[in-house]
C-alpha cells in the first residue's frame, strides 16, 4: 500500500526555521508531481508548494514565496519544505501529496490532482 509520511514538524518561534520532510513507501515518487498543503485551525486546506516530477514546473503560494523552498531526492524517495522565517500564521498541520499520473498539464495547485496524502505533520510558530 502507498503511504506518504510527513516528518519534521514541531514548534519553532517566529522568525525561525524548520525543514519537513514526506517519505514514501510502497511506490517511488521520482515520476510523480509533489505537492504540500497546509490547514490552520479554522481555515480550509490551502496550497502551498508544488513541484512537478521534471523538476521544470514549479509553484509556491504567494503567502510563503521568497520563504519556502520545495525540493526532491530521488534517490532517497523524499521531497522536503524548507521553511524559513516563519510567521505565526504559517502554524497549520502541514500534508504532503503525490500526483502519480505524470501529467504536466493544469494546475498544480489544485488538491483533486492529488491520489496520495500524507497524514500531516504540525508545524506551530510562536510568537
Known sequence: QVQLVESGGGLVQAGGSLRLSCAASGRTLSRDTMGWFRQAPGKEREFVAAIS?????????????????????????TVDLQMNSLKPEDTAVYYCAADPSGSLAGRLTLPDRYIYWGQGTQVTVSS
Open 53 to 77: 516530477w521534471t523538476g521544470i514546473r514549479s509553484n509556491y503560494a504567494d503567502s510563503v514565496k521568497g520563504r519556502f523552498t520545495m525540493s526532491r531526492d530521488n534517490a532517497k524517495n
